[in-house]
């Protein structure tokens, strides 16, 4: 498991699938999961959609 540098996105496999960015870290601090847009104070605070996200990328 990897986070996109660009977006921040969780990515499984060698590219990110929500930007197309293969500048992907493997150290990073926390994990956002994103399972309601419409009822998360969370996603609509930090503008994020449906999914995975890294909180903080370390490297
Ligand atoms: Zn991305």
């Not at 540098?5 to 590219?15: F, L, N, P």
């Not at 197309?20 to 009822?39: E, H, P, Q, V, Y």
């Amino acid at each position: 498991m990897k986070a996109c540098r660009t977006c921040k996105a969780i990515v499984y496999g060698k590219t990110c699938e929500i930007c197309g960015s293969s500048n992907l870290a493997k150290r990073f601090s926390g994990l956002i999961i994103i399972l309601d847009t419409n009822n998360s104070l969370i996603a609509k605070k930090l503008n994020l959609g449906l999914g995975e996200w890294a909180a903080q990328i370390d490297e």
